[in-house]
């Protein structure tokens, strides 16, 4: 089974959701708290460097420490992949924008991958299973005081696989189960006749019912 969270940025805000789960809640600044309109940290609209219409801004900033971040719950999740379009300006190499990542919302973090900027709309994919957590986080971060440099970000997506319910016994207390096809020995492990019957078939259906939805 698979989700996703998304981010196209349709609107100038910090809590657009445009995938078929929900992020857990808004992007949250880091270093200042001016909103999505003004500011080193923003969704602005620039043709040269989003995919569409809006994107995240992070940049040209005197101070190290600016950005942005966001949390998705991925605490039943298999598999975790992040993945977004990256695009950046400047005149300085050392020009930096971290991505980074949390497992515990947030209290401790990860570097996988500082950016310099240069190019443009790069797609990005990188594997966040071993962080998936109930409070997982992800931020884009300047990581150099003084950077006059431009980073955006559009389409930032966590897609996710979710269990299958592959491996899992089931105990139905229930009207019995009777004889079909689709309950064959793969599917039904074991019998229990707590009526006093002697049989467990089922002579009313509910059970049989039951036990083939749980089966698939």
Known sequence: LGAAVRDEFTQASFDNDDGAAAWSGPWQEYGESDG?????????????????????????????????????????????????????????????????????????????????????????????????ASNTQIRFITGTAGSTGDFFVDDVEVTYTLPDGSGVTVALLDSGIAGHSDLGASSVLAHLDFTGSGSSEDDYGHGTHIAGIIAG
């Open 36 to 132: 999505p309109g003004s500011g080193a940290v923003a969704v602005l609209n620039d043709r040269k460097k989003c995919v569409s219409g809006n994107c995240l801004y992070v940049g040209n900033t005197a101070s190290a420490g600016k950005g942005a971040g966001r949390e998705v719950d991925l605490g039943s999740a298999v598999t975790a992949e992040l993945g977004f379009v990256f695009s950046g300006s400047s005149e300085d190499a050392a020009d930096k924008v971290n991505l980074e990542i949390s497992s515990d919302g947030g209290a401790t973090w990860t570097l996988l991958y500082a950016y310099t900027p240069g190019g443009r709309k790069f797609p990005q994919h990188r594997d966040i299973t071993q962080y998936a």
